[in-house]
Every structure is written in structure tokens, then in C-alpha cells.
């Protein structure tokens, strides 16, 4: 195959590092871009060049003309988001002659939307949790007790109220401005997807479970799973929207054994560590090669993030030996044959993101994606 030129952006992300190091390894030029100044993947032997951006969210016109400069002076053959700038990089699609690998922003929002995706579900004659649109305190108090609520624009589980009590339900003031959904409760385990696709054909797929999160949402310890059902949905899903790009996915599956979908993240998740064969990957992205199966099966974890945010729940719930075997367990995906740097780096970059935490009086988290956030067509 051809070298290309791929330029890959929010490169503070471990799935970021990971893209790069597989598209580096199958024999392509990978440039990193992001706006927060030093990610660990800029200390990666896969990085060619770094390029510092400006925040998508509050500054997007300056964004727009960087990414164009950077297209043009590199001869970028295609580029890569892997977090919510995805949202910003759809919106110059047209403005920009190379491919942005991912659809167009109106099908982004469309499964973005906590409500939209579920009406998206039910129109493909998939199983769908029963879900409202809530955009008043009437609506709001028209639920059942046993509901979940989460703002229709929303990432990482921020904010999600679990069945919660009448004193917490009476705090949440959704708004025409500001709409919230209520999602009813489904029971089991949860298990998430990662996906490629072109055209609506699907290029790879993962299924894990995540074992321990940062806080309610992004997984940090991940294990492989299987399950026909969810295999069968997504297949179904990427073909019936035509999907092009990455596309991931949370379900439940139920105690009768039955899935359900909860929401979907139309970009990158930590299901592509479960890929490491950097010319099969490569292959599928650009159509040269078969669809790909994962071709890792250990138990993954970011063990610098186990330590942050894994110890003190095991240590709240009392499950200090269980947390100790599964760390021990783990392949830590930032660890890779003949690029050791990042390890070192990924201190740096996390005490980069405690800066801008305590700056702002905002969580760890929080400070992770707040210049990247795309909370809907009006981001006032």
C-alpha cells in the first residue's frame, strides 16, 4: 500500500496514541493535532509532527483555518478525529479538500442526540429502551420513578440521575433551551462497541465491558466480551445510516439475556486498544484489506488512570484485592513495543489537565473536553 499522510486530531486521548501507532506501523506519516499544548502522544514515535490548535468550541473559525493550513502544507491524505472535535471537523467538511474520515455533522448530531438516537433505533426496527424528550418541569413530572435522566447533549455519563430520589428529581430544570431526556431503566450488564465503517459496511468491530471508569463514564480497565445480539445491531445500524468512520455504542444486556442499546458516541472509544495488527487495521481503513477482527483478548488497562480513579472506589467498596488482581492482570495499551515515551509523558499530561481543572474549578474530567464539547446546533 501506498504511504499516506494522515493527520490525527484530539490527540490528549490514549485512543488518539493508539490510531497513531497503528497507522505509523503499517508505514504511513501520522501528524497529531490538539488544543491542549502537550498530550503524550506528541511524545510518540509515530508522531511526526505535532500541531497545537485552537479550541474548536471557542474559537472555531481560528480552528477551521488551522486544520486547512495544516492539510495544505502536509498534503494530508486524511484525517482522523477521535474525540467530540469530530462535531467542529464535520461543520468544515466542504471548506476542506481532503476527507475527514467521518459523516456528515447532521447524522453526527443525529445519534449524538440521546433522543434523536433512539428514535433513530426504533425507525430501523431495532430494540429500544422507551425514551422522552423532556423540555419542561411538566414533563419532567410526568415520569415514572424508575427512569433515568440525562441531558440530551452530554458525554461521559456527566450528569446522568439514576432512578433518583424525589428531593434530587426536583433540582433538574429542563428547558426548550436546554432539553433533558428520560430513558427507562434497563437492568444488567453493560457492555459497549467500537466500530469502523465505510459506506455502511462494516470494516471491524469490538465488543468489551468496562471494569472500572473514570467517574461514571469513560472506561479505564476493559475486558473482551461477545454477544451475537449486539453484533447483529450494530451490522444493522451501520447499514441502515450508511455509516462512514468510527461509531461506538453502550448497551445492556438484560437477565434474559436480551440487549438493549442506551446511547451511542460517534467517534472513537477505548474498544480500538483490542486492535493491534497495525497493516490489517490500516488495510481496512483504506479498503485494501478484509474486514478485521480484534486481535488482542487480555484485559486492558490505562494504569496510570487505575491508580487516579480505580483505588479509591475499590478502597470505598471494600474491593482492594479484586482491584490489585485485575491491575496485575492488565496490558496497559499505552504500552508499546519500541515507543516508550508516552509512558513517561502520561504523567505530564495529567498534571497539564489538573491545571486547567483547578483554574476552572471543574473535575479532571470536565477539564479533559471542555474546549472540545459540542452540546448541539446552538452551542450558546
Known sequence: MTAKTILITGARAPVALHLARLFHFAGHRV???????????????ACTQFHLLPSPRSAHSAFRSAIQRIATDHNVDLIIPTCEEVFYLAMIKADIKVPIWCPDLADLARVHDKYAFIETVKGLGLPAPETALLRSKADRDAQPESVVF?????????????????????????????????QAFVDGVEMSTYAIAKDGKMLGLVQYQSLYRAGKGAGICFAPVHDDQITDFVTRFVAGTGWTGQISFDFIRQTDGTIM????????????????????????????????????????????????????????????????????????????????????????????IGKIALRDRVSLQSASTRDIEWNGPDQS
Open 261 to 352: 442499546p442506551l446511547e451511542c458516541n460517534p467517534r472513537a472509544t477505548s474498544g480500538v486498544h483490542f486492535f493491534r495488527d497495525p497493516v490489517a487495521f490500516g488495510a481496512a481503513v483504506f479498503g485494501s484489506g478484509p474486514a478485521i477482527v480484534p486481535d488482542v483478548s487480555q484485559t486492558q488497562a490505562v494504569k496510570l488512570a487505575m491508580w487516579v480513579y480505580g483505588l479509591p472506589k475499590a478502597i470505598r467498596t471494600g474491593r482492594i484485592r479484586e482491584f490489585l488482581r485485575r491491575y496485575r492482570a492488565a496490558q496497559d495499551p499505552l504500552d508499546w513495543p519500541d515507543d516508550p515515551r508516552p509512558m513517561r509523558q502520561q504523567f505530564n499530561a495529567l498534571v497539564e
Open 31 to 45: 501528524h497529531l493535532a490538539c488544543s491542549i499544548p502537550s498530550p503524550m502522544a506528541a511524545s510518540s514515535v
Open 150 to 182: 440525562k441531558p440530551q447533549w452530554s458525554r461521559f455519563a456527566s450528569e446522568v440521575m439514576i432512578k433518583p430520589s424525589a428531593q434530587q428529581r426536583a433540582t433538574l430544570a429542563p428547558t426548550a433551551a436546554s432539553p433533558w431526556v428520560a
